[in-house]
């Protein structure tokens, strides 16, 4: 597929692990990057490349890929995670770039 | 600190032609791709169009016969223009500014929109 797929929904407790997959052909040419998104703000970068983060962002945030998916891991969920997360890469014939429709991630 | 700070009328009537500003402060503009990206209300991003500081452009396939980017660097700002507008246009606008990342054998192998602007809400309604 030339898009990138990801999951509407997920939750998990505080304190705990959630990882948030996104799926694509195109991934399995290029890295992905990550945006955090709460309601009413812009998106922020939260992890770029083979699992970077920029400066300010928490090392709870992490990412990694394999073949065609990507995956953000939050380890130790706060409650300021809660928020919409969206994947990005560079399609991969060339064409730039696609977003994954966002998945809301929940603290319980 | 780097800013991006947006400007442009925030409503439309059908068939007229958005127009946003984006002013670039605090940054090395002519370093980068500058970009447009979209979100409807309730849903995702969708890329729009992107410009470098001599003006080379890319865009969208599904918005490019709509969509005009252009940059003007003394004043270190970059424009959208987007005609024909109808309420399906209706988004938050988002500027940003896009990195290139080269992994550990040197090769370009992911981009990142690592600034964005606050975003404009566009609505387009008669």
Redesign the interface.
């Known amino acids: 597929s030339s898009e990138l797929t990801q999951d509407p929904a997920v939750s998990v407790a505080l304190g705990q692990t959630v990882r948030i997959t996104c799926q694509g052909d195109s991934l399995r040419?290029?890295?992905?990057?990550w945006?955090q998104q709460k309601p009413g703000q812009?998106?922020?970068?939260v992890i770029?490349?083979?699992n970077?983060r920029?400066s300010g962002i928490p090392d709870r945030f992490s990412g990694s890929s394999a073949g065609d998916t990507t995956t953000l891991t939050i380890t130790g969920a706060q409650a300021e995670d809660e928020a919409d997360y969206?994947c990005?890469?560079?399609h991969s014939s060339g064409?730039?770039?696609?977003?994954?429709?966002?998945t809301k991630v929940t603290v319980l | 600190q780097v800013q991006l700070q947006q400007w442009g009328a925030g409503l439309l009537k059908p068939s007229e032609t958005l127009s946003l500003t984006c002013a670039v402060s605090g940054d090395s503009f002519s370093y980068y791709f500058w970009s447009w990206i979209r979100q409807p209300p309730g849903k995702g991003l969708e890329w729009i169009v992107e410009i470098n500081h001599s003006g080379s452009t890319n865009y969208n396939p599904s918005l490019q016969r709509r969509v005009t980017m252009s940059i003007d660097t003394s004043k270190t700002q970059f424009s959208l223009n987007l005609s024909s507008v109808t309420a399906a246009d209706t988004a938050v606008y988002y500027c940003a500014r896009i990195r290139d990342y080269y992994d550990t054998s040197g090769e370009n192998t992911a981009w990142y929109f690592d600034l964005w602007s606050r975003g404009t809400l566009v609505t387009v309604s008669s």
């Open positions: 040419t290029y890295y992905s990057s945006y812009a998106p922020l970068l770029y490349g083979e970077n920029p969206h990005h890469t560079r064409r730039p770039y696609l977003f994954g429709a966002g």
